[in-house]
């Protein structure tokens, strides 16, 4: 059928379409070449090419359209059958409906290809301005192998494979050839090779299967004769193996090794040519660009977030499930050793034998250009390429280590935070725990065991932990305990890795290949673990630097019979391949997990915010920072308030406390003594002494002490006063300020000098007894009477707490005296007759006078003692003397015109008013002097203390938290910590999206 068609009359028709329907199901397309297929479809179709029409014509069979040749052969026959058949439909009709369909469907082709040509040209215009912005990534040709060399080497292997020929036997390649898979890995790891020496080696069959291994892979059993020799094709010919087989396998694997030292030696040194380039790079970058912000890298980024989530502490239950790697281990088992290869500097505390890690340690490790450590806390940068930098770092750890520890305990669950960074460094977060003890000694608390277990549960709690535990090799496994609880943290081993140290004691001590096996395995322990690795930590030497342990490392795996015995695979062992595999199940954990942490937050950040709103509908959401700030300018606002104090409102201010101070001892030690006097000399006198050793030794100090306490009341006053003034008052201050006052009160002290001088003006201000002018007289009175009036007033007050309730008050309230009061009546109306007796009778009972005024009792059935006698005349004598008192300055109010003549005839006695008048000239020039110095001096000493324990209490952060505390204060802390964790966790993730896996 196609050569027919191809060959007739069917090349005329252009693009023609037929689709056959019938038994056969072909399809038979036309087209402008003459070619035709057959296709397996149903019935036939015609398609015009002009306007790429499709029409339904009546279905033939392929019989009748072979048999009628002359169908074929003849084109218009052919014509004319189709046309048959769509005249039969209505030819016209067909044709008008279906050119409008084509149309429409054109109009839509040219939108579609209109914007397909369109959306090209602007791809292509986006990849050209990418294109443009990407870096220069042509220096990476000078590291990268040439790919000529790398078709050479392949070309080699397949040459030497089509060599190679093995027996038709039941011959497998089993799993038991270690050096098969070392020649691999080897060849695969190696940029350039002899391939002619290469092909020397695989030619020799004792080198690819020795004599012991040959029997194994063809699974028959060995001769008698062990040293006969068998024959391998190799290369078409037949080899015979010689006496000395075993000796030349040993050097063929020796050389292997070397060659493997060698490479292994210059990708060290490609390694650091790159590390050197990188560091010239961020140096140069750093230099030209002084003015950018400095961005963090996304290790320490990582590191800042746990440090946030260490502090947190949370009542919604968010825990940190964020991954960190957590080296668990025996005390003694090299588990720092290993911490310090990974971080590649001796930076831990040293011991022989005894526990130096007693706290946990969390070394964030990251890449930089200069090989430095620093505390999270602390500014200072070690220089870890400096001995004496390194032993300063060990010496702080140690330190903070022992300060944490507090109570009589021996280890810490504080963590102390380090960052390590150098060029070459693998980037992770590790932290080191306290080593797991069997028993507790001498000198360690009773539960040292307990806390060093559950420290470590802690840690490796964290579903996301990845936990690094190491064994001690050279001791026997069952002696192991870190095994067991690593085990019951992680039964499935998901997120452990083994690593067994000493691997060189182990092999010269208690060398057992078999049992070394088992461990790497996972057989030997209950534990599983995602990875296995055999390390060596040094010779024991404290003072071995990091690259003299690596070059002991090399060496020992380069010569250890473990791994040419094929215990010890190359990917297992030394710390650089532990290094890059914790650090890539590091990071592969950590992009699994964080963007779950991020949604943890983020739903109580929720929480946190909607029961705020719930709580404090109309407070601002403050924490305890914010609000120390608020507290802080507050109190110093106030400070500067201080100054705008009118003068007046001092002096008013320090004459009333200063009188409120010194009334009881003017009344009761200068004026009622002296007032015992006979005449006014004598009055005038005593007075004169008393005031004069008033003011040496006791007034002026008592000034100065009335002064300070009237500044901090008055500051008080005006922290206080602003609710007066229509604010509202936030009473969580409260404890604030009064730490302040009390704090600011014990630092300050009054100068000196000034109260020397205070003490001059008072001394001469007492001396002067003159009174110049009247106004100074009635001013004299006046201060008279009202210290008088307030003094009556306070006895009279005494009194009558001491007889009780008066008849009135007794029908009244429902009071009744007690019988102490009624014995105080009764003295007190036994005494009332003495005086009215004897006015002039002196402040204190002779013993005639006590004993006649208690037989005079005992007749009315009064039994009191003396001292109760005295109590009670005491406070009706200074009724009776305040009374005459006031009696005096009355008669006195009149009397200036005599006391300025000097005329005594009169009888006016008027030295009580002299003595108030002195008393009050010393008021007011101590007001002043005051005034002046609180003003001027003490004012702004009180700033600069307050600024000073304001400085002392922010900084104190239990201080803090003991003066602003409460609910609302918690509840905005842990708001702001969410906050703040959240917002570390989104950026960390954006960061972290935008690097390459």
């Known amino acids: 059928m196609a050569y027919l068609i191809r060959g007739g009359a069917f090349s005329q028709l252009w693009g023609t379409s037929i689709k056959l329907s019938s038994r056969t199901r072909w399809k038979v397309r036309l087209c402008h070449c003459s070619s035709m297929s057959l296709c397996h479809r149903g019935s036939l179709a015609y398609r015009s090419p002009a306007p790429l029409l499709r029409h339904r014509i009546p279905a033939i069979s392929s019989r009748t359209l072979f048999q009628d040749t002359r169908l074929l052969s003849d084109p218009r026959r052919f014509r004319t059958f189709l046309g048959a058949g769509i005249g039969v439909r209505g030819l016209s009709s067909a044709f008008r409906l279906v050119g409008s369909i084509v149309s429409r469907v054109l109009k839509i082709r040219y939108l579609f290809l209109t914007g397909a040509i369109g959306g090209g040209i602007t791809a292509q215009q986006t990849f050209e301005s990418w294109k443009e912005k990407m870096p220069d990534l042509s220096w990476l040709r000078e590291y990268l192998p040439d790919a000529e060399r790398l078709d050479k080497i392949e070309a080699g292997f397949k040459r030497v494979r089509s060599q190679l020929s093995v027996p038709d036997i039941n011959f497998k390649l089993p799993e038991e050839f270690p050096r098969l898979r070392a020649i691999r890995e080897w060849f695969d790891s190696k940029p350039e090779v002899d391939l002619e020496l290469f092909e020397g080696f695989l030619r020799d069959p004792e080198f690819l299967f020795p004599q012991t291994d040959i029997y194994t892979a063809l699974d028959t059993e060995p001769p008698l004769d062990a040293t006969s020799s068998y024959s391998l094709l190799a290369a078409g010919k037949s080899v015979d193996v010689s006496a000395n087989a075993k000796d030349k396998v040993q050097e063929l694997q020796e050389e292997v090794i070397r060659l493997q030292v060698r490479f292994q030696r210059e990708i060290e040194r490609l390694e650091k040519e790159n590390r050197e380039l990188r560091k010239n790079l961020i140096l140069r970058d750093q230099k030209n660009v002084p003015k950018r912000k400095i961005k963090?890298?996304?290790?320490?980024?990582?590191?800042?977030?746990?440090?946030?989530?260490?502090?947190?502490?949370?009542?919604?239950?968010?825990?940190?499930?964020?991954?960190?790697?957590?080296?668990?281990?025996?005390?003694?088992?090299?588990?720092?050793?290993?911490?310090?290869?990974?971080?590649?500097?001796?930076?831990?505390?040293?011991?022989?034998?005894?526990?130096?890690?007693?706290?946990?340690?969390?070394?964030?490790?990251?890449?930089?250009?200069?090989?430095?450590?620093?505390?999270?806390?602390?500014?200072?940068?070690?220089?870890?390429?400096?001995?004496?930098?390194?032993?300063?770092?060990?010496?702080?750890?140690?330190?903070?280590?022992?300060?944490?520890?507090?109570?009589?305990?021996?280890?810490?669950?504080?963590?102390?935070?380090?960052?390590?960074?150098?060029?070459?460094?693998?980037?992770?977060?590790?932290?080191?725990?306290?080593?797991?003890?069997?028993?507790?000694?001498?000198?360690?608390?009773?539960?040292?065991?307990?806390?060093?277990?559950?420290?470590?549960?802690?840690?490796?709690?964290?579903?996301?932990?990845?936990?690094?535990?190491?064994?001690?090799?050279?001791?026997?496994?069952?002696?192991?305990?870190?095994?067991?609880?690593?085990?019951?943290?992680?039964?499935?081993?998901?997120?452990?890795?083994?690593?067994?140290?000493?691997?060189?004691?182990?092999?010269?001590?208690?060398?057992?290949?078999?049992?070394?096996?088992?461990?790497?395995?996972?057989?030997?322990?209950?534990?599983?673990?995602?990875?296995?690795?055999?390390?060596?930590?040094?010779?024991?030497?404290?003072?071995?630097?990091?690259?003299?342990?690596?070059?002991?490392?090399?060496?020992?795996?380069?010569?250890?019979?473990?791994?040419?015995?094929?215990?010890?695979?190359?990917?297992?062992m030394t710390t650089l391949n532990l290094s890059m595999a914790v650090s890539e199940c590091f990071w592969k954990m950590v992009r699994e997990s964080v963007e779950q942490q991020a949604d943890a937050f983020k739903a109580t950040r929720f929480n946190l915010e909607t029961e705020w709103k719930n709580t404090f509908p109309k407070v601002r959401e403050l924490d305890r920072d914010e609000l120390f700030e608020k507290a802080r300018g507050e109190i110093l606002d106030e400070i500067i308030n201080l100054s705008q104090i009118t003068p007046q409102h001092w002096e008013e201010v320090l004459n009333r406390n200063l009188w409120e101070t010194m009334s009881q001892y003017v009344f009761e030690s200068i004026y009622l003594p002296a007032a015992q006097s006979d005449n006014s000399g004598i009055f005038n006198t005593t007075i004169d002494i008393k005031l004069k050793q008033w003011a040496d030794k006791l007034l002026p100090s008592k000034c100065v002490e009335i002064g300070w306490s009237t500044l901090q009341d008055e500051f008080m006053r005006l922290l206080g006063g602003n609710q007066s003034a229509g604010h509202r008052r936030d009473d969580i201050f409260n404890d604030l300020k009064m730490a302040v006052r009390d704090e600011s009160a014990k630092k300050h002290k009054w100068d000196e000098k000034a109260e020397e001088s205070l003490r001059v003006i008072q001394v001469n201000t007492l001396d002067d007894r003159s009174v110049h002018d009247k106004l100074q007289w009635d001013s004299a009175i006046k201060f008279m009477e009202t210290a008088v009036r307030e003094k009556l007033r306070q006895t009279e007050e005494v009194i009558r707490e001491m007889v009780g309730p008066s008849r009135a008050e007794q029908w009244l309230y429902w009071k009744t005296p007690t019988p102490q009061q009624i014995d105080r009546i009764a003295t007190m109306k036994e005494l009332e007759k003495m005086l009215q007796s004897d006015i002039k009778r002196r402040p204190i009972l002779s013993h005639d006078e006590l004993t006649t005024v208690r037989k005079n009792l005992e007749t009315q059935s009064t039994d009191v003692d003396g001292e109760f006698i005295r109590e009670t005349w005491h406070q009706l004598y200074r009724r009776q003397f305040l009374q005459q008192s006031l009696v005096t300055a009355s008669d006195c109010r009149k009397g200036f015109y005599y006391y300025q003549k000097g005329y005594e005839e009169t009888g006016l006695n008027c030295s009580d008013v002299v003595l108030f008048w002195r008393i009050e000239r010393m008021l007011q020039v101590t007001c002043n002097a005051l005034r002046q110095q609180v003003t001027n001096n003490e004012a702004r000493r009180l700033e600069r203390n307050i600024k000073d324990v304001l400085d002392q209490i922010g900084d104190d952060k239990q201080m803090l938290q003991k003066l602003l505390t409460g609910k609302r204060v918690l509840l905005a802390e842990e708001l702001k910590r969410v906050r703040q964790i959240q917002g570390l966790l989104e950026e960390f993730i954006q960061a972290l999206s935008k690097e390459k896996p």
């Open 296 to 572: 963090k890298s996304l290790i320490d980024m990582y590191s800042e977030v746990l440090d946030e989530l260490a502090v947190y502490d949370s009542s919604y239950n968010t825990q940190d499930h964020l991954p960190r790697v957590v080296v668990v281990g025996d005390q003694s088992s090299g588990k720092t050793s290993v911490l310090e290869m990974i971080a590649q500097a001796r930076i831990f505390p040293r011991g022989s034998g005894e526990m130096m890690t007693r706290s946990p340690v969390k070394v964030t490790l990251s890449e930089g250009p200069y090989h430095v450590a620093m505390f999270k806390d602390s500014g200072r940068e070690y220089d870890l390429t400096k001995e004496s930098e390194l032993e300063a770092l060990r010496k702080e750890i140690e330190i903070r280590m022992k300060s944490s520890v507090s109570g009589g305990q021996t280890v810490s669950g504080d963590t102390i935070s380090l960052t390590v960074k150098g060029p070459g460094i693998q980037r992770m977060v590790l932290v080191d725990l306290p080593g797991i003890i069997s028993t507790v000694t001498s000198g360690m608390a009773s539960d040292t065991r307990d806390r060093i277990q559950k420290i470590c549960r802690q840690h490796m709690e964290n579903p996301n932990a990845i936990i690094l535990c190491i064994q001690d090799g050279s001791i026997d496994a069952e002696r192991s305990n870190v095994t067991d609880l690593v085990s019951t943290m992680d039964p499935s081993g998901k997120r452990t890795i083994f690593v067994l140290t000493k691997v060189d004691l182990a092999e010269s001590n208690l060398y057992n290949p078999e049992r070394i096996r088992q461990i790497l395995e996972g057989r030997l322990f209950p534990m599983k673990a995602l990875g296995y690795f055999a390390v060596v930590t040094g010779k024991g030497n404290t003072n071995d630097s990091i690259q003299t342990i690596r070059d002991y490392e090399e060496k020992f795996f380069r010569s250890s019979r473990l791994f040419k015995e094929g215990v010890l695979k190359p990917y297992q």
